[in-house]
């Protein structure tokens, strides 16, 4: 157990849908990092956030959002979806937000977009 | 433009023999690399890291070593278990801490 919470695991919609992502640090860790885990692809960064700020941008679709809350919690928005957008996606946490250091991982929430 | 590449998909070996994982990576700005391991509907772990400084770090039966020059990682493990057959990924950050990763290494090992 990373001690990193996701939820929901699974969550199937339909095309043209939103939906939200929810995560839950390690506790003490300031930083929140998101990745998509498309079919024979890595991990892809899409963004982070640290105490509350945007620290890095990666990937991330104009479709997709974000935000970080007071008690450290992190949402992820996916709005409009698409086929495409049907992958695994992890939280991360670590709790300094710049330099070397090791994430540690949620156990994914899958999307299947119908 | 794949910072972080793995080029083997899937790699085989025997219980008790040596596994090595390779890793090559194209940003000089990498400082920091890692390894991760996936097991199926968990999500990645931390296994080993090494910073540039260093040309090897050693935990236990997983070696990871570090050729500069040649922007290549590897990471061996021995013996090799069959608990180790798993998806392991190559990671590396630099001054922002945004970890990139490579698709992945299935390693399969046979008891």
């Known amino acids: 157990d990373s001690g990193v919470t996701q939820t929901p695991k699974h969550l199937i919609t339909a095309t043209g849908q939103r939906v939200t992502l929810r995560c839950s640090p390690r506790s003490g860790d300031l930083s929140v990092y998101w990745y998509q885990q498309s079919l024979d692809q890595g991990l892809q960064f899409l963004i982070q956030y640290y105490n509350g700020e945007e620290r890095a941008k990666g990937n991330i679709l104009e479709r997709f959002s974000a935000q970080q809350f007071p008690d450290l919690h992190s949402e992820l928005n996916l709005s409009s979806l698409e086929l495409g957008d049907s992958a695994l996606y992890f939280c991360?946490?670590?709790?300094?937000?710049?330099?070397?250091?090791?994430?540690?991982f949620g156990e994914g929430s899958r999307l299947t977009v119908l | 433009d794949q910072q972080v590449k793995q080029n083997s998909p899937s790699l085989s070996v025997q219980e008790g023999r040596i596994s090595i994982l390779n890793c090559d990576y194209t940003?000089?700005?990498?400082?920091?690399f890692l390894w991760y391991k996936k097991y199926p509907a968990e999500g990645p772990t931390f296994l080993i890291s090494i910073s540039s400084i260093k040309d090897k770090n050693e935990d236990g039966r997983f070696t990871v070593f570090l050729n500069k020059s040649a922007k290549h990682l590897s990471l061996h493990i021995v013996p090799s278990q069959p608990g180790d057959s798993a998806v392991y990924f190559c990671?590396?950050?630099?001054?922002?801490?945004?970890?990139?990763f490579g698709k992945g290494i299935t390693l399969s090992v046979r008891p």
């Open positions: 990671a590396a950050s630099g001054a922002n801490s945004k970890l990139t």
């Open positions: 991360a946490s670590s709790v300094v937000g710049g330099g070397a250091s090791e994430l540690f």
């Open positions: 940003n000089s700005m990498f400082d920091y």
